[in-house]
């Protein structure tokens, strides 16, 4: 039994810890908060691109650094720690997954190392407005090499130089490939419950794409993609976690109420045990998550939406006692409490909700009760 | 990372399960051999398979050769444990010994005592209870009545215990007690270990609102104690208290089923709207959340287990175990009964699901909320100890204990 990182994961978990809190303390991600015409730190991604982060998964084949997913995961957490400000999920955890998983020979000699060194930020592009999306409400159409339809909200779809996007393909569903700067393709941004992490509405007017994967095959590799991006995504959200209970911890020791610290009263120390308690539960299901995508285990897709439902569920709850811990200071502008609490929710919600998860989590089970 | 034995763990693992196999009978889809005999039945087979088990060595196998273990990594009986569990074997008799006595005599005892007593206790031919918990000191055991005096070479106890486990088949016990209300209420504790067959002790079994009787009430008649049987010097048993109480919090284990497992395939034999309760959102849902508990608390033991396989301390992480376990066990409980609908209120076990195991655990539950800590006080635990926040103000600690109010 070794179920831990290694002192080498760990040394790599410190010195992103180390470096972010260098280069990205909550005034980078409250700047592109407040700063419409800044979708993203630049000087941070630039950053962490030097530092070959995007690559780190990526086979050093394809231009990546070739250590493996134990490694991107330990940075997953980091970054969500940090609340960082940057295309990273879109790019690592979405739009190179699925190259990776479909992409063909060319397309992956042309795409990874573009994404591996950050020259080029990829996304993903399901959802076409509120409401759960579908393989039967489907709008976006791709018919003979082009894609005409509308998606919203495509993370970092305003920055990005290509998506994947998924599309009613005859009478299946398929990913399409297109380069958001081609023809046909309109995008402008959208406002979201996190301005600190760009997104965007696109309207594809028979834009140029090519097939990503076997056509037909969309919907199962967006499953696919999304178990695998999944528990890096819950990472990002245990580090998001984590960094609230430590700022409520801390706000709890200083402020003084009736004589004596806050953190001395029980209604707020049950609170914060309360947050540990769902932090500690969720890290446990993100490290058995992140064994399974190490391992491409069969038991991935219900070990990383059980790391899925556990994450989104820590860092909610996290993020709300947060402000509430700090009471009225909590829901002002000024203080940081309202970075995590938008940042949670947006994270909750990229991939598909709670609730889209736990039914995933149950199918899985299922599927593995009847094998 | 990975989920492997190490080769030398793998060995051992082999090792008890080809023992165990030549032993025991694997568990089989039904009540265990213990839930089938009557409780002194149960105790005879349970002291025979200790003894066993000690004469094999693998009773208590991390504890010194000197106390009668093999001086073996912890890891080793955490292996035992995990195949043991596979097998129905009548245990539990002796978990309070185990857990919490022996290793307070191994601490506080004299050479002599622990020569004359672990050993038997470690082979479970002597059983061991706690005396701890009385009716006016629950979470707040520091705060209890129960008197002792000295008079020449013994000890003079009265007073009362309560939620004593086991106290009408123990031979010995473990307790604290008052010797001076003069001084502040943690330093006029004093720590002994008893004979449970002194005169002057009258057990009565308590009735639980599941109509079991686990636990006992132990009232205390002028019972003598000899000083040599005190454990840690006079005024020092809140610390030897302290001592036990964090061994106990390792010796609670994992709550009984049912759990989502038990939960999913009621479902899928339920109907709800027509169509089997399991193709329902809400109960997906719901057996989504248990899920993740569950396996958020296995993998924590995975992670505690990776330490001691190391060699190094496990983290704070294990304390959340019980918080979590119990009231999922209580919501798991309640919800298996909603599931049966108007039928969920049935009690007998042969008209119902499972041997009527929901409604069983629903009454059972609410114990194992309290038992070992209650949520409140572990709450208290996690946010001064794991979290660092400040301590209670405490208006009862400095004063004289005969002073402190009590309500009556």
Not at chain 1, 37 to 44: I, N, W
Not at chain 1, 156 to 163: L, M, S
Not at chain 2, 170 to 199: C, E, N, Q, Y
Not at chain 2, 337 to 354: F, R
Request: include cysteine.
């Amino acid at each position: 039994m070794n179920f831990d990182f290694s002192d080498a994961q760990k040394a790599l978990k410190q010195q992103t810890r180390g470096f972010l809190r260098a280069a990205c303390d909550t005034t980078v991600p409250r700047r592109v908060l407040e700063d419409p015409d800044e979708p993203f730190a630049r000087d941070l991604w630039q950053q962490i691109c030097a530092n070959e982060s995007p690559g780190i998964a990526i086979p050093e084949e394809y231009g990546g650094i070739g250590f493996g997913y134990l490694e991107l995961c330990v940075v997953a957490e980091e970054l969500g720690r940090a609340i960082a400000p940057v295309p990273f999920s879109s790019s690592v955890y979405l739009a190179t997954e699925a190259v990776l998983l479909a992409g063909s020979e060319n397309q992956k000699q042309e795409l990874l190392p573009r994404l591996a060194g950050g020259e080029q930020v990829g996304t993903f592009a399901l959802s076409e407005g509120p409401g759960q999306a579908t393989e039967a409400n489907l709008q976006t159409t791709l018919k003979d090499g082009r894609l005409s339809g509308t998606k919203v909200p495509v993370p970092d779809g305003d920055i990005a130089d290509f998506c994947i996007v998924v599309a009613r393909d005859g009478g299946g569903t398929s990913l399409a490939l297109v380069d958001l700067d081609g023809d046909g393709v309109a995008r402008e941004s959208v406002d979201t419950l996190d301005p600190s992490r760009s997104h965007a509405r696109i309207t594809f007017d028979s834009a140029e794409a090519e097939l990503l994967g076997e056509s037909g095959q969309g919907w199962t590799l967006k499953d696919r993609v999304f178990d695998r991006a999944a528990v890096l995504f819950s990472m990002e959200q245990l580090g998001g976690a984590d960094a609230c209970l430590q700022m409520a911890i801390g706000y709890a020791k200083g402020r003084y109420a009736f004589g004596r610290p806050i953190g001395s009263f029980q209604a707020i120390k049950h609170k914060l045990a309360d947050m540990y308690i769902k932090n500690e539960l969720a890290r446990a299901n993100c490290y058995y998550g992140a064994w399974a995508l190490s391992t491409d285990a069969p038991e991935l897709q219900v070990a990383a939406a059980a790391a899925r439902v556990a994450a989104t569920q820590a860092f909610h709850f996290a993020s709300k006692e947060n402000i509430q811990t700090h009471g009225g200071i909590g829901f002002t502008w000024e203080s940081d409490c309202h970075l995590y609490y938008r940042r949670s929710k947006l994270l909750a919600l990229s991939i598909g909700s709670e609730r889209v998860w736990k039914d995933r989590l149950i199918s899985g089970l299922e599927r593995q009760e009847a094998a | 990372m990975d989920f492997n034995d190490t080769p030398e763990q793998a060995a051992y693992r082999a090792e008890v399960r080809a023992w165990l196999g030549a032993n025991a009978e694997p568990r089989k889809d039904r009540p265990s051999v213990s839930r089938r005999l009557d409780a002194e039945e149960g105790l005879a087979l349970a002291k025979a398979w200790q003894a066993r088990k000690a004469d094999a060595g693998y009773a208590c196998r991390h504890w010194p050769v000197a106390h009668g273990g093999q001086g073996r990594p912890m890891i080793e009986t955490i292996i035992y444990d995990q195949e043991e569990a596979n097998f129905d074997v009548p245990t539990g008799f002796f978990s309070i010994g185990l857990g919490m006595c022996g290793p307070v005599m191994a601490q506080y005892a004299t050479q002599e005592q622990q020569a004359r007593f672990i050993p038997p206790l470690m082979r479970g031919e002597e059983v061991w209870c706690q005396l701890f918990s009385e009716p006016a000191a629950g979470s707040d055991v520091a705060g209890l009545r129960t008197r002792c005096h000295r008079d020449g070479d013994d000890w003079v106890v009265n007073g009362q215990k309560v939620w004593t486990s086991g106290a009408h088949y123990s031979d010995w016990g473990i307790l604290v007690a008052r010797h001076d209300s003069s001084l502040p209420k943690h330093k006029g504790l004093t720590f002994f270990f008893i004979d449970m067959k002194s005169p002057g002790i009258d057990i009565k079994p308590i009735k639980q609102i599941n109509g079991g009787s686990n636990f006992n009430e132990v009232f205390f008649t002028n019972v003598r104690v000899p000083d040599s049987q005190r454990l840690g010097a006079i005024g020092e048993g809140w610390q030897v208290a302290i001592t036990t109480l964090m061994n106990e919090r390792l010796a609670v284990g994992d709550a009984p089923p049912p759990d989502f497992r038990e939960v999913m395939k009621l479902a899928a034999a339920c109907e709800l709207d027509g169509r089997s309760a399991l193709e329902d959102s809400s109960v997906r849902e719901k057996i989504a959340d248990w899920y993740v508990e569950s396996m958020g608390m296995k993998h924590t033991k995975a992670r505690t287990m990776t330490a001691l396989s190391q060699g190094k301390v496990p983290g704070p992480e294990n304390s959340i175990g019980k918080v979590v376990s119990a009231s999922k066990l209580q919501n798991v409980s309640s919800f298996g009964a909603d599931l049966m609908d108007m039928g969920g209120v049935i009690t007998d076990p042969s008209l119902m699901p499972s041997d009527a195991l929901f409604q069983q655990s629903f009454l059972y539950s609410p114990g194992l909320r309290i038992a070992g800590g209650t949520d409140e006080i572990l709450r208290n635990i996690i946010a001064e100890r794991v979290l660092g926040l400040p301590g209670e103000i405490r208006v009862d600690r400095d004063v004289p204990y005969s002073d402190i109010p009590t309500g009556s």
